[in-house]
RNA sequence: GGCCCGUUCGUCUAGGGGUUAGGACAUCAGAUUUUCAUUCUGGUAACAGGGGUUCGAUUCCCCUACGGGCUACCA
């Protein structure tokens, strides 16, 4: 096999959608897997559509979920350039070959006319309204004009599109490595325009003309294509490169976690989850959608997630790093039907990773966190605390919330929980503790604990029952990681003033 | 409407002419724990329907239903 080739091809329209990320995905697991090339090339021929920073946002994106572009915008290559709004002119000349070929011809109808066309087919009950094989010899084109008139018309430079000649009667197929055979009668098909009136291609002569000067040997992208690739293989016979079209591969679609339709930036905001990469904000509506990235994802759970969906190793391994991703992709394996966006999993994946992010950088995350607060602490601290986080959270902007009572004391407790947990025992054994703690040197969870034990024995009282207010004394919540790892960070002096400012508080109920 | 593609637990999926139809997330129950979480154990839960082919079909074929995509001088 030739080296592999691939592409990702998105349009600067907008923010990169998470279905984009996960066919960019494969297209580099594909080429990682085959030591070929990843190009990124960006399909901006709709001059309407361009939306500032979308380019920007789609690189940021690809680089943060750990997808490398070996060629194309960004790291440039032997086929620069890689911004289609940049090889404007290489389109035409592939597009006039068509025509003189026969494969193509010049149109001249207006709006208005194209309008009518519709109209006019619609009223007669057709079956589809299209400009084609049954309509295209009652418009304005090269095909019914004299040839005397289509040059005049051309040489004054009147406002044109070339259009694509299907031809009649033929049964067009193709071999997709997802889907296997797929076969269209051209009669479905209508004479797509290729050139715009503006001297723009469409989306379909560019993809065909760049695929083929960038050497690309597999396409793989969503099934939102599938209609019409009986048409760019058409366009690959008509340019006589049929020998080298590359292969084609149609991923199934991902779809709303609920109800109908693929997944859309409405769904996110409706059940609160991000569908895009990165935060976003809209230039010209202002208009902001939340990203996976600043939600709290990790990359690599958020690549792991997106992996799995729709593709599957054909073992029961559910953890993959990119490296192992790539050890085990192959088209083969990509399902056929579209994939439901469970946001559930998305997070599992996540605190799975979290997991294994080494405490110091856990920390690190976490000092950050409290600087914003305006506090500072020892990082080996932040350490401790942090290894006690870890197994609870998904997310790491979860670490200060969970962690506050070690920075500030808590607030008086609930009266009603005073009422339910507390009595004139538990005050006795807390202020036993409190005294026994005094005199403590070894402040270490171990022993903290057994000097519990033995107060609460010594007043006949097991250490189980006074837990519960203990741990509301020194963190202010009912739920938490071990107490005694939290009052061993709390350190001497801070656990005992929180527990004497409790009993303080609480005295008035139980006497 | 027309065309194309699809259909295994709630979700992601494995499997495949004869299986107790497997795993993961979610969910439920139990165990552990000072609480919550984690962890462990166990449970509930699926081959869309109808026809063929076959000794036998969830698996192969056809039809129906349902779902999705496309149907622009957008990608």
Redesign the pocket.
């Known amino acids: 096999m030739t080296k592999v080739r691939v592409r990702f091809?998105?349009?600067p329209?907008g923010p990169l959608h998470i279905g984009g990320v996960r066919t960019a995905l494969y297209n580099y697991l594909f080429a990682r897997r085959h030591g070929g090339t990843m190009i990124l090339r960006i399909?901006d021929?709709?001059q309407?559509?361009y939306v500032p920073g979308a380019e920007e946002y789609i690189i940021e994106s690809l680089r943060w979920a750990g997808i490398v572009i070996d060629e194309g915008v960004g790291p440039g290559g032997p086929h620069a350039p890689y911004r289609q709004s940049e090889r404007k002119h290489i389109y035409r000349q592939y597009a006039e070959q068509l025509v003189h070929a026969g494969y193509a011809y010049y149109a001249f109808?207006?709006?208005d006319e194209?309008d009518a066309l519709?109209n006019r087919l619609k009223e007669a009950g057709a079956?589809?309204?299209?400009?084609g094989i049954t309509t295209r010899m009652n418009m304005r084109n090269s095909l019914t004009l004299p040839a005397r008139e289509v040059q005049r018309l051309l040489t004054e430079n009147a406002?044109?599109?070339i259009r694509l000649k299907i031809p009649e009667g033929e049964v067009i197929k193709l071999h997709d490595l997802i889907?296997?055979?797929?076969?269209?009668?051209s009669e479905?098909l209508?004479d797509?325009?290729l050139m715009?009136?503006?001297g723009?291609?469409?989306?379909?002569l560019?993809?065909v003309v760049d695929d083929y000067l960038m050497e690309i040997t597999h396409v793989i992208r969503g099934?939102?294509?599938?209609?019409?690739a009986p048409l760019h293989v058409l366009l690959y016979r008509g340019l006589g490169w049929e020998e080298r079209m590359p292969q084609f591969a149609h991923l199934?679609?991902l779809?709303k976690?609920d109800?109908?339709?693929?997944l859309s930036k409405r769904d996110g905001d409706r059940m609160g989850f991000p569908v895009f990469p990165l935060n976003w904000t809209d230039p010209f509506t202002g208009e902001k959608s939340p990203g996976f990235r600043e939600a709290g994802y990790l990359p690599e759970a958020l690549i792991n997630f997106l992996a799995?969906?729709?593709?599957?190793p054909?073992t029961?391994q559910?953890l993959f790093s990119m490296t192992e991703l790539v050890e085990s992709f192959s088209l083969e394996?990509i399902?056929?039907?579209?994939?439901?966006f469970?946001i559930?999993?998305a997070?599992?994946f996540n605190q799975q990773y979290l997991r294994k992010l080494p405490d110091a950088q856990l920390a690190r995350q976490l000092a950050e966190q409290l600087k914003s607060e305006g506090i500072e602490q020892p990082e080996e601290k932040l350490i401790r605390i942090v290894s006690l986080l870890k197994?609870?959270i998904t997310f790491t902007h979860e670490l200060l919330p969970q962690s506050k009572f070690f920075f500030y004391a808590p607030p008086v407790p609930d009266d009603s929980f005073i009422r339910k947990k507390w009595s004139g025992q538990v005050q006795e054994v807390l202020a036993a503790y409190a005294q026994a703690l005094e005199e403590e040197k070894n402040f270490s969870?171990d022993n903290l604990?057994h000097l519990l034990e033995t107060t609460a024995q010594k007043l006949g009282i097991k250490?189980?029952q006074v837990?519960?207010p203990l741990?509301v004394a020194l963190t202010g919540e009912?739920?938490?990681?071990?107490?005694?790892?939290i009052a061993e960070i709390l350190g001497q002096k801070e656990c005992i003033r929180r527990i004497n400012f409790v009993l303080q508080y609480a005295k008035p109920f139980v006497s």
């Open positions: 091809a998105p349009s329209t399909e021929t709709d309407n559509r109808d207006t709006e194209l519709r079956e589809q309204q299209q400009y406002p044109h599109v889907r296997g055979e797929v076969t269209v009668h479905q209508d797509k325009v715009k009136s503006d723009m291609p469409t989306y379909h560019a993809n099934e939102e294509w599938l209609p019409s199934p679609l779809l976690p109800g109908h339709g693929k799995l969906l729709g593709w599957n054909g029961e559910e394996r399902s056929k039907s579209g994939a439901r469970d559930q999993k997070r599992w197994e609870r969870a604990k250490a189980g837990m519960q741990r009912t739920a938490g990681p071990d107490l005694m790892a």
